[in-house]
């Protein structure tokens, strides 16, 4: 790996993980049909639609509104551990995603996965990776306050500061795909790129919209922070980092 080429304004990559990189979104809808069915109740789209990119946490209260009666712990340990295990049997991976993520790697650029996800299904799936691509892991169990709170991708970066203290937010850019990952990513600060998968985000204009990661690489997450850059204020631009 070298270091990133001279001048670039790109030093990190921060990366949602499910529906960004893995399609596990399909996973999680079928063991939260299964569990809410097996406690005698009935789970819709819509609601399936409603737990995308949430904080487990918040998503096992919706469950328990449906019938569910488990403890909070108990329902997100359920989920995750059928989520694992159709892992293990097929990585449904995203199109463009290992590419990105090879060519990132091979440039120099740091990555960090910031996931709602506990820490046992980020590792089994960065497990699964090639390459040690993730210098960082943020996990839905590490932080207090889970999507679409910037918690996480705050946490990430000042990771990240931990070896290269010159490192800001205006340095780094957010790849995610739902509605409240994309609300955690620009509340931070971080120039992001919205992918949508399950649910459709509009072109609102505080970030990005890509159809894919298809095609995508370094040249236009480059180009996204020069032209973030133009329009950052001044007084912004220096030391912007989390207080």
């Not at 090879?102 to 506990?118: N, Q, Y």
Request: net charge negative; glycine share 10%; proline share 7%.
């Amino acid at each position: 790996m070298r270091n990133p080429a001279a001048g670039s304004p790109l030093k990190a990559v921060l990366w949602d993980m499910d529906g960004t990189i893995v399609d596990t979104e399909p996973y999680w809808i079928a063991a939260e049909h299964a569990l809410v069915e097996a406690h005698g109740g009935t789970w819709s789209h819509d609601q399936a639609m409603q737990l995308v990119g949430q904080s487990l946490t918040f998503s096992a209260g919706l469950l328990q509104q449906a019938g569910v009666e488990l403890g909070i712990r108990e329902i997100i340990d359920s989920l995750t551990a059928q989520v694992i295990s159709s892992v293990q049997q097929q990585v449904p991976w995203r199109p463009g995603a290992r590419e990105l993520l090879e060519e990132l790697h091979l440039a120099g650029v740091r990555c960090a996965l910031v996931t709602m996800s506990e820490g046992p299904l980020a590792r089994e799936v960065v497990a699964s990776l090639p390459r040690p691509y993730f210098e960082v892991l943020v996990t839905g169990d590490t932080v207090t306050q889970g999507k679409p709170h910037p918690e996480a991708y705050l946490t990430a970066v000042e990771m990240l500061q931990e070896r290269d203290p010159d490192l800001g937010i205006h340095h780094c850019v957010a790849l995610e795909d739902s509605v409240p990952g994309v609300a955690a990513a620009v509340a931070s600060g971080v120039t992001t790129v919205a992918v949508p998968h399950i649910v459709p985000l509009p072109d609102d204009g505080r970030y990005a919209l890509w159809d894919s990661l298809s095609g995508r690489g370094l040249v236009e997450l480059e180009a996204l922070l020069l032209e973030a850059g133009a329009t950052r204020p001044a007084a912004a631009a220096v030391g912007d980092s989390r207080g």
